[in-house]
């Protein structure tokens, strides 16, 4: 196992903005930067020798900042926070005060407004040969969230392929939290759109959205619908009048404990993801809305070239007192895990 600091460039702020490289024995690789603290790639070999990177990104870490992509943004690899997902009317109250937070999706807020955790400098805490600790300190009144929140998070690789997120935060005030990450997966190095893989989702149930993809606290059972993935499916088999999936769905038996919760397999590369997390929900969206981009290698990105599967609490679980409880408070931990793992076909 090891760990590469790669010095990259100095952002205007003054601070410097590195590439973290972790490597396990069989090759496999996962990078991250700490601007936004963006995973940029998760690859491994393959066949022959040749290195599948399943997460869409770009070549140089510039390219994150580069203002052709911060106008069609679409939080490609990022964190996100300090509540991801939608906010109702940008808005919520705990212990009988009301906060309004930032709106940056018409009405509502989204990952966390107009500057998240996306964009911001994350500051190194801890490196050793097998993981990353990236610390990030949000200020009372941030995107007008109340308290002081620090925030950590912990990237991991090992020897079983298995690459990991960890988040932990702290907070000096009562406020509303809800982490999770923004990569988009394509199981063919990135190449193509993803119809055609499969995937599977632990959950018999999506949370209901209003016309704005705002949850509004209740459920639909995913029998007979075009939302069932409990057993694999093609992704593209049921598009539905309005093609693709961005759709919230909660997870079975949620017990806190790391858990399988969804997978994803191309019988093109032969690879499989499998998805275990903390969090009681997943947001399985198939990018329709990404905007043709120029990605790794000179790949054309576009509507569906990846899918997401974002692990987190229920979204606008802070308005929905029956949702999962997405406020913290002073002397509490927040904390969440997902893994990322990769199986490669056996070989013959």
């Given at each position: 196992?090891?760990?590469?600091?790669?010095?990259?460039?100095?952002?205007?702020?003054?601070?410097?903005?590195?590439?973290?490289?972790?490597?396990?024995?069989?090759?496999?690789?996962?990078?991250?930067?700490?601007?936004?603290?963006?995973?940029?790639?998760?690859?491994?070999?393959?066949?022959?020798?040749?290195?599948?990177?399943?997460?869409?990104?770009?070549?140089?870490?510039?390219?994150?900042?580069?203002?052709?992509?911060?106008?069609?943004?679409?939080?490609?690899?990022?964190?996100?926070?300090?509540?991801?997902?939608?906010?109702?009317?940008?808005?919520?109250?705990?212990?009988?005060?009301?906060?309004?937070l930032s709106r940056n999706m018409g009405l509502h807020q989204l990952h966390g407004g107009h500057e998240g955790f996306d964009k911001k400098l994350w500051k190194l805490n801890n490196i050793n040969d097998s993981s990353v600790e990236l610390k990030y300190l949000s200020k009372d009144g941030e995107e007008g969230f109340p308290g002081n929140l620090e925030t950590l998070i912990r990237f991991e690789l090992n020897e079983e392929d298995e690459f990991s997120y960890e988040y932990t935060a702290l907070t000096d005030k009562t406020t509303a939290i809800n982490l999770s990450h923004h990569s988009y997966f394509n199981l063919n190095n990135g190449q193509?759109?993803?119809?055609?893989?499969?995937?599977?989702?632990?959950?018999?149930?999506?949370?209901?959205?209003?016309?704005?993809?705002?949850?509004?606290?209740?459920?639909?059972?995913?029998?007979?619908?075009?939302?069932?993935?409990?057993?694999?499916?093609?992704?593209?088999?049921?598009?539905?009048?309005?093609?693709?999936?961005?759709?919230?769905?909660?997870?079975?038996?949620?017990?806190?404990?790391?858990?399988?919760?969804?997978?994803?397999?191309?019988?093109?590369?032969?690879?499989?993801?499998?998805?275990?997390?903390?969090?009681?929900?997943?947001?399985?969206?198939?990018?329709?809305?990404?905007?043709?981009?120029?990605?790794?290698?000179?790949?054309?990105?576009?509507?569906?070239?990846?899918?997401?599967?974002?692990?987190?609490?229920?979204?606008?679980?802070?308005?929905?007192?029956?949702?999962?409880?997405?406020?913290?408070?002073?002397?509490?931990?927040?904390?969440?895990?997902?893994?990322?793992?990769?199986?490669?076909?056996?070989?013959?």
């Open positions: 196992m090891s760990v590469e600091k790669k010095y990259c460039f100095r952002h205007s702020s003054g601070e410097d903005i590195y590439l973290f490289i972790l490597s396990n024995e069989k090759g496999t690789k996962a990078a991250i930067t700490n601007f936004g603290a963006i995973i940029t790639s998760f690859s491994l070999l393959q066949k022959e020798g040749k290195r599948n990177d399943i997460v869409l990104g770009f070549d140089k870490v510039e390219d994150y900042l580069a203002p052709e992509y911060l106008k069609q943004y679409s939080y490609l690899g990022a964190a996100c926070g300090r509540y991801v997902n939608r906010i109702g009317y940008g808005k919520f109250s705990v212990d009988g005060k009301e906060y309004q193509g759109t993803i119809e055609n893989h499969e995937v599977k989702i632990y959950s018999s149930r999506i949370l209901a959205q209003d016309a704005q993809l705002v949850c509004n606290g209740k459920t639909i059972p995913v029998e007979n619908t075009r939302w069932d993935f409990r057993q694999f499916r093609r992704i593209g088999e049921q598009w539905g009048t309005e093609k693709g999936y961005d759709q919230c769905f909660e997870i079975e038996n949620n017990t806190n404990d790391l858990r399988l919760v969804a997978e994803a397999m191309s019988h093109e590369s032969g690879l499989k993801l499998l998805i275990f997390s903390t969090e009681p929900a997943v947001q399985f969206y198939t990018a329709q809305g990404l905007a043709k981009m120029k990605g790794k290698n000179g790949t054309d990105y576009g509507p569906f070239s990846g899918f997401c599967l974002e692990t987190h609490k229920h979204p606008n679980a802070v308005n929905i007192p029956h949702f999962p409880d997405t406020v913290l408070r002073p002397g509490a931990t927040y904390f969440s895990k997902t893994v990322y793992k990769l199986v490669q076909p056996a070989k013959k």
